[in-house]
């Protein structure tokens, strides 16, 4: 009896167990099913799309960045084919200290590879792979590959290369590319152009390069790539192909812009020469300059150190963001303002005492003698301030600064280049909010419109702006926007479009006012006592002219002795020019930092760069007139300026 009642039980605990382990199973295949259809229906198009991705990649295609020309075709930025040596941090299986000195034992690198590499390590860790060396022989290249596999993380891959060709010539005026930093990287992310940055590391950083960098850079293209389960690529499914960038064409002659550089040599200055009948810059000078193939794959911290703390500046671009008091370029401005405004006549002449009395203070002229009688014509001519001082007197500062501001003095003048400074037209409103916390300093006074009057005090412009308002003067008022790019060049088809603007307007003055002070220009270098006569003398042209010399600082109580005044607190020499005189083809000013008189340093320049363009003639030594002519003015008893 008992054994039957254990049996019972048996057979209840295994009929038990059966329906546990049956339910399991149902449960366990209820559970698989329900687990199919999640994936298989539910999920079926996520998951379907997500294993096209892992089967198909899209590769990007960066485009080839289009190629900046002058205005005759040379090439000033191309694109070089070269092998960059490349390491990805995070694949190496050492140190990369110890890995890069395992790789100087194969391929040459200097202290600088290795300044520059850590720099873009340290700032740019999103990077896949940094470069370590750029343009590699074909036999480091051979090296490398033989011991290869003893490197991982490290790549020799074939790249095309941003190359200056002309180095530190026009430096400013092309600016540089750069790897791609982190901030730059966000700006990107948060834009419309994200996707067309897909592979790219390089971007315009300044000049040319960056206020035309989305024509530059094109279009990126893409291949839709097959892969196995290992990620190897299988096969191309489709391609679209990359459009490389539009070419820049400029109105830069690039010959122009060599001559002008050279003859500046180590003196520090700016100079913008432009055509008036187009507003095309033709030479566009800032020295000193600086040689941008350092940029291309991030500069090393030396280098970078060594330009940002030159006293010379050679990264400041001069005539975009340098701003200096016009000097005595300023006085045909203010003739032409009295003939137009009627505070002068021609023929009015003044007995100069070489000096001008104001509220019992003493404003001197520069020739200590005085000049005699001056009229408006010889006022030009020979310079004299104390004609200035009374007519500047008599205007008053702000029919000065209303005259003046359609000549663009003291407003940018739009040209095709970031960052451009606006300068200072003086006017009592101007002092006013220049000076709101200061209620003392904020009277104009008497004083400070004689200053104005003869181009220092409180006038500061840039050179771009001088030369704008030249270039207007000779292009008879018309007003012409400067620019630096003159066409745009399809990278595919070669097609040519101009980019040269249509007039921004005219200014209305009377022909007959513009032709005289033109005439007074053409006296300052053709006439024995003119400020300009004996650089340009012997010229196989006719060029109107306007020498200027700007304090830097202002020496109270002392007479100013170039020869005794250290190099910095010299005075700034400038000049300004237009030619032929009676239909010209160029406009230019320029400025030399610390040059002394405008006629010694800053004339001769000028000479040299039209002699260039309009006579094809190019200087022997380029220094040797402008060192001639600075001994001749400083040897005379009183210097024009």
Not at 210 to 218: A, F, M, N, P, T
Not at 360 to 380: C, K, L, T
Not at 450 to 470: D, E, K
Not at 594 to 604: H, M
Request: hydrophobic share 40%.
């Amino acid at each position: 009896m008992t054994e039957f009642k254990d049996s019972d039980r048996e057979i209840h605990l295994f009929r038990t167990r059966l329906v546990a382990m049956v339910v399991f199973v149902f449960i366990c295949f209820g559970l698989l099913v329900a687990r199919w259809v999640w994936l298989q229906v539910v999920k079926h198009n996520q998951y379907m799309a997500q294993a096209e991705d892992n089967r198909i990649a899209l590769v990007p295609i960066v485009p080839t960045r289009g190629l900046i020309l002058d205005r005759n075709g040379v090439v000033l930025a191309t694109n070089d084919s070269a092998y960059t040596l490349e390491i990805t941090p995070s694949k190496l299986e050492a140190n990369p200290d110890s890995v890069i000195d395992e790789l100087s034992k194969l391929v040459a690198i200097e202290p600088r590879d290795r300044r520059r590499f850590k720099q873009l390590m340290a700032e740019s860790p999103n990077f896949s792979s940094i470069p370590l060396r750029t343009r590699l022989s074909d036999q480091e290249v051979a090296r490398f590959a033989a011991e290869r596999f003893r490197f991982p993380g490290v790549e020799v891959q074939a790249r095309l290369l941003r190359q200056y060709p002309m180095k530190e010539v026009a430096s400013h005026v092309l600016g540089y590319i750069g790897r791609i930093n982190q901030k730059e990287a966000k700006a990107l992310g948060d834009s419309d152009d994200a996707s067309n940055y897909n592979g790219t590391d390089h971007i315009g950083k300044e000049g040319i390069e960056k206020s035309y960098e989305r024509q530059l850079h094109g279009h990126t293209g893409y291949e839709e790539i097959e892969r196995s389960a290992g990620g190897r690529a299988v096969r191309t499914l489709s391609r679209t192909p990359a459009v490389p960038g539009t070419n820049l064409v400029l109105s830069i002659d690039i010959e122009l812009q060599k001559v002008i550089e050279q003859a500046f040599g180590d003196q520090r200055g700016a100079l913008v020469a432009i055509e008036p009948d187009t507003g095309d810059v033709l030479a566009y000078v800032s020295r000193p300059g600086f040689d941008p193939n350092l940029f291309v794959d991030g500069i090393d911290t030396q280098s970078w150190s060594e330009l940002n703390t030159s006293s010379d500046k050679p990264l400041m671009n001069r005539p975009l963001s340098g701003t200096y008091p016009p000097g005595s370029t300023f006085k045909p401005f203010m003739a032409l303002a009295a003939l137009e405004l009627g505070t002068r006549r021609p023929e009015q002449a003044i007995n100069d005492p070489a000096f001008f009395m104001l509220g019992g203070h003493r404003f001197n002229d520069d020739v200590p003698q005085g000049h005699g009688r001056v009229d408006m014509y010889r006022s030009i001519v020979v310079s004299c301030d104390t004609y200035y001082y009374q007519l500047g007197n008599d205007m008053g500062i702000d029919a000065i600064s209303r005259f003046m501001k359609p000549f663009g003095f003291g407003s940018p003048t739009g040209i095709d280049l970031e960052h451009e400074k606006t300068g200072v037209l003086p006017s009592q409103e101007w002092k006013r909010e220049r000076f709101r916390r200061n209620r003392a300093a904020q009277k104009w006074v008497g004083g400070d419109t004689i200053s104005v009057s003869i181009g220092n005090g409180f006038n500061n412009y840039t050179m771009l702006q001088l030369a704008h308002a030249v270039s207007t003067l000779a292009n008879d008022g018309v007003v012409m926007k400067p620019h630096l790019v003159k066409m745009l060049e399809d990278g595919q088809s070669h097609q040519r479009s101009l980019t040269v603007p249509t007039p921004s307007g005219r200014i209305p003055l009377k022909q007959a006012n513009i032709d005289f002070v033109k005439r007074a220009m053409v006296g300052v270098t053709t006439e024995k006592d003119g400020s300009g006569f004996k650089v340009f003398h012997d010229a196989g042209y006719i060029a109107g002219g306007k020498t200027g010399t700007a304090q830097v600082v202002g020496l109270k109580g002392a007479k100013y002795n170039r020869n005794m005044t250290p190099e910095h607190l010299r005075d700034n020499g400038l000049f300004i020019a237009f030619a032929p005189a009676d239909k010209p083809k160029i406009a230019l000013a320029l400025v030399v930092e610390n040059g002394g008189w405008g006629a010694g340093s800053a004339a001769p320049i000028a000479r040299q760069a039209l002699d260039y363009y309009l006579l094809g003639k190019r200087p022997a030594a380029p220094q040797a007139a402008s060192t001639a002519a600075l001994k001749t003015v400083a040897a005379l008893p009183a210097a024009p300026r």
